[in-house]
């Protein structure tokens, strides 16, 4: 990130905080969308906050698509990235993957880390997806790729083609790792204890709202997900909308988790970005 975009957000004045590397500092009270996280054991750098491009995102399109068009998808991604946040989460669910190779027209490849998603459940169906989404973005490779919306107890097995499909293009640099997003606590229990799970995005917020399960059940999830060595991305942060009137409980409850590398927050205007960019440190602060 731009000194200068560093120091619009760091204690003003202070040498100190401008002479140190970009990570949020131990013992700091104050977290940041920009701040830069490694996301699990995958020696991959994000932004704490990947900014989600599914909002309502099904049949192909999203809140985003649909609002802003690919121009204004892109420029909002370069807004964001131009204040350090370089997380990018697309599905093929969403139809943004054209969204962001605009986007990359604007912002160098190779500071940005893209996850997207498919809901194939074939090895022949998520090669030819791979291939596919690689021309509808724009680049040689990709960064995260998940089984999408996965529900079965045994997808772990009945989707073994899905799972070699991601391995391979692993093994020949297409990918850095793969992962489940999962949409049920059947799902979600596997997922815990499957090795070939690197990355797992996950329903949490204090509400229990469009989650797995209780908080309190999924919470003991995700920490034995955490325990085995998994990233976890926290996603459904305002339970879909369920929970913008507690937006900054919402917030806490994640940074308090402990488990949660990162967070993918579905931001649909440059309001919506100021929003989070100024409510995160001052939820914290306050607290």
Request: proline share 2%.
């Amino acid at each position: 990130m731009e000194r200068r975009s560093f120091l619009k957000y760091s204690l003003a004045g202070s040498a100190l905080l401008s002479a140190m590397p970009y990570y949020t500092l131990a013992g700091s009270k104050n977290y940041y969308p920009h701040d830069r996280v490694l996301l699990g054991n995958t020696g991959i750098e994000v932004s704490r906050m990947a900014m989600g491009t599914g909002t309502n995102g099904w049949g192909g399109s999203s809140n985003q698509s649909r609002k802003l068009g690919i121009k204004g998808v892109a420029d909002l991604l370069k807004a964001a990235f131009d204040d350090g946040i370089t997380f990018w989460d697309s599905a093929d669910q969403y139809g943004t993957h054209a969204h962001l190779k605009e986007a990359l027209k604007l912002i160098d490849r190779e500071k940005i880390v893209i996850l997207t998603k498919t809901n194939s459940t074939t090895y022949k169906d998520v090669k030819a997806d791979m291939d596919r989404i690689l021309i509808e973005i724009g680049s040689p490779r990709l960064d995260i790729v998940l089984l999408h919306c996965v529900t079965d107890k045994n997808w772990n097995t009945k989707m073994k083609g899905a799972m070699d499909a991601l391995s391979e293009a692993k093994e020949a640099g297409i990918i850095k790792a793969h992962g489940v997003s999962c949409h049920s606590l059947q799902a979600l229990e596997t997922a815990a204890d499957e090795p070939w799970v690197e990355v797992d995005l996950a329903r949490y917020n204090p509400a229990g709202a469009q989650m797995d399960a209780s908080v309190p059940v999924v919470k003991k999830v995700l920490e034995r997900m955490k325990k085995n060595g998994k990233a976890i991305i926290g996603m459904k942060l305002y339970g879909a909308g369920e929970l913008v009137h507690r937006k900054d409980e919402c917030l806490q409850f994640q940074m308090d988790a402990g488990f949660i590398d990162a967070f993918t927050l579905g931001i649909e205007n440059i309001d919506q970005l100021r929003d989070i960019q100024k409510r995160l440190p001052e939820v914290i602060s306050r607290t």
